[in-house]
């Protein structure tokens, strides 16, 4: 289910990635603003699924975070390996977003949870 | 900017117009989103649903921008009368507003009283004097009654305001090219560089510019940026290739072959991907260039 | 867990999804009532042309490499030179705008407008919630937490024998506030995303200092090294066309 969601907006943003880096910073905000999407997107998915299967405790945040792991390595693949080319930096990649979307999964994965298994 | 997808889209959309397929209100809505100008289009389209009533109450709010969209696409294909209508139609429905009171300046535009029109957009930017369209409108006034100092003096106005507006910025450049201020010039186009370093357009008239200021820093400096161009469009821009040809050429002439810092790698390669450029694709005019790029060598 | 509380399914039909859902559909709400609200007002030509001043210092700063260093000087003697360069602010004006925003009755006002789309709704569900639903146990979270998350977690609840990860109803509300930005940003587009955190942000401050950010571009367009980019663009167009003749 990894990176579907991020679609084809992503564009090429510099020229070339040897010594001189040249971007184009609206592409640039639009790669991470997809980056931002798919991973607030996942993290709601993930805390539903993660609800139904009745996670608790620390299985549930290692699930979170293979989640975001799934999704860095999609994005990744999505950039075909070449993450200078479309990003500045690997952090953009990996982290952007990952707390955010901690509060969201912490949400839905109670929420789910609770329907599921409490009641 | 109109990137290549949304362009394939409107192009389908306008072809499915066309033929009879639906959706002028969407092909309608996506020239406005793009700011594309294919006024004929708009005109025939938007007028067919205009004067449908049905479809036209059930666009809702949105008939009003469809007919200012129409009056501009009118007064572009001097359909004066049609304009006027539809301005008609606004003003009893907005009577006090400004953006009516700047279509019926333009519609003086288009009539070609200028006087009338100067005062219209005068009086407007009295009430808000950060109207940026009426500032350009303004600029192009100027423009179309030949007065071009006007032009740089009204733009010059309005960036002092506006300063990181880029289109601007590219409209003075070009007028001021057009009455040979190159130093100008050149310092509009190197604002544009600053403000989107990767259009290859700006690094090319930039080039343009310092070549035709001539002197041998400037000449450099002009090589430097044909390179650039080149490296940004992947070699693909014959201009820039040509570009590269004349700057060698014209700085051995001035060094008189003692230019060592440059290396002449850059020019064989620059000729050669022109030849091979024009056999792809004007094999006819292949002499032309030989003896052209002959000549290039011959000064040097 | 052997105190494990027995949850009436009523309490999950009546309270949780009717709080979440009432959530939800309040976030929508305001976010197209507050697009509603948001007035056109003229904007002074100062403030305008001070942000316009921002945009090209920042151009300048990350594209300095692209324009010879000429030119590069030039302007950065016509921004940051201190006698009446753009991004100078002379001293004893950095105190007045601040004053001025106090004096100004109109941005005041907007200001008002802003902050109260934002807390009348709050305050209202806080109201609701408080009044229809308090005192209910109306959610476990999944994993286990120390006292100390007591008081946010069983907010309205006072009892301290059930265990932490029992959740009241008020603070279902709050998680619910919080967590539901990431959907918010998801179905309402981007514009949306952040507001809630600017908006606070914007009330503790009191508006923005627009002279700070004038000073802050300075100080960094003064350490900027102008290094210029367009030799190695030599080397690199050769490497394009080689690829290309070959």
Redesign the interface.
């Known amino acids: 289910m990894g990176h579907n969601d991020s679609g084809g907006s992503e564009k090429k943003s510099s020229e070339s990635a040897n010594d001189i880096q040249t971007f184009n910073a609206e592409n640039l905000q639009s790669n991470m603003k997809v980056i931002y999407y798919s991973r607030t997107f996942l993290a709601i998915i993930s805390g539903v699924i993660a609800g139904i299967l009745g996670f608790t405790g620390l299985t549930g945040f290692i699930f979170y975070v293979l989640i975001m792991a799934i999704t860095s390595l999609g994005l990744v693949a999505k950039a075909k390996f070449s993450v200078h080319s479309y990003f500045d930096s690997w952090n953009r990649i990996i982290l952007d977003g990952f707390f955010g979307g901690l509060m969201s999964f912490v949400l839905f994965w109670t929420f789910a949870y609770d329907i599921v298994h409490i009641f | 900017m109109v990137t290549k997808t949304e362009e394939t889209q409107l192009n389908r959309l306008e072809s499915q117009v066309e033929h009879g397929g639906g959706g002028a209100w969407d092909y309608l809505c996506l020239v406005r989103k793009l700011k594309v100008r294919r006024s004929d289009k708009v005109l025939k389209y938007g007028l067919s649903i205009l004067n449908d009533p049905k479809k036209r109450s059930g666009l809702g709010a949105e008939e009003w921008t469809l007919y200012e969209q129409v009056a501009i696409a009118a007064m572009d294909c001097q359909c004066l009368d049609v304009a006027k209508d539809c301005i008609n139609v606004l003003q009893k429905r907005f009577p006090e507003s400004k953006r009516v009171g700047r279509l019926e300046g333009m519609l003086l535009e288009a009539k070609g009283s200028w006087a009338e029109a100067e005062n219209a957009y005068a009086s407007l930017l009295e009430d808000n004097p950060l109207d940026q369209v009426i500032h350009k409108r303004r600029v192009a006034l100027a423009k179309a009654q030949g007065n071009l100092p006007g032009a740089i003096e009204f733009l010059n106005k309005y960036l002092e305001i506006f300063m990181a507006d880029s289109d601007a910025w590219r409209e003075l450049a070009e007028i001021y090219v057009s009455l040979q201020m190159y130093k100008q010039a050149a310092f509009c186009y190197e604002e544009l560089i600053l403000a989107q370093p990767t259009v290859p357009l700006y690094h090319l008239a930039y080039a343009d510019v310092l070549y035709t200021l001539g002197g041998l820093e400037n000449l450099q400096a002009a090589k430097k940026y044909y390179s650039s161009t080149v490296d940004l469009t992947g070699g693909k821009n014959t201009r820039a290739l040509f570009g590269v040809c004349l700057c060698t050429s014209a700085i051995t002439q001035l060094t008189k072959g003692r230019n060592k810092e440059d290396s002449p790698d850059l020019q064989s390669l620059a000729t050669a991907a022109l030849e091979k450029d024009y056999k792809q694709r004007a094999s006819d005019k292949v002499s032309v260039l030989a003896s052209a790029l002959k000549s290039l060598k011959v000064s040097s | 867990m052997a105190e494990d509380l027995v949850?009436?399914?009523a309490?999950?039909d009546w309270v949780?999804?009717p709080l979440?859902v009432v959530m939800v559909l309040i976030g929508v709400l305001r976010y197209f009532v507050s697009k509603l609200m948001r007035s056109y007002q003229?904007?002074d030509?100062k403030i305008?042309?001070e942000g316009?001043?921002i945009?090209?210092a920042r151009?300048?700063r990350?594209?300095?490499?692209?324009?010879?260093s000429k030119?590069f000087r030039a302007?950065r003697i016509y921004f940051s030179n201190e006698e009446n360069g753009l991004l100078f602010v002379p001293k004893g004006q950095a105190q007045n705008a601040q004053a001025q925003m106090f004096s100004d009755p109109n941005m005041a006002m907007d200001m008002m407008k802003k902050n109260l789309s934002m807390i009348i709704p709050q305050t209202l569900t806080f109201a609701w919630v408080n009044f229809f639903f308090s005192g209910f146990v109306a959610?476990?979270?999944?994993?286990?937490l120390t006292q100390r998350f007591r008081s946010m977690l069983q907010n309205g609840i006072d009892l301290s024998t059930v265990d932490v990860s029992y959740?009241s109803s008020r603070s279902w509300y709050f998680?619910?506030l919080?967590?539901?930005?990431?959907?918010f940003?998801?179905i309402l587009g981007?514009e949306n995303?952040m507001d809630d955190t600017q908006r606070m942000m914007q009330m503790s401050g009191f508006g923005f200092d627009p002279t700070k950010s004038l000073s802050a571009e300075k100080d960094g367009l003064d350490i900027v090294q102008h290094e210029w980019?367009?030799?190695?663009?030599?080397q690199?167009?050769?490497a394009?066309?080689?690829?290309?003749?070959s």
């Open positions: 949850l009436d399914t309490i999950r949780l999804i979440s003229v904007p030509a305008v042309k316009q001043v945009v090209r151009n300048l990350s594209g300095a490499n692209f324009i010879p030119a302007r959610a476990k979270i999944p994993f286990p959740v998680l619910n919080f967590g539901l930005r990431g959907l940003s998801l981007e995303a980019a367009l030799p190695k663009f030599e690199r167009a050769e394009v066309l080689r690829k290309l003749v």
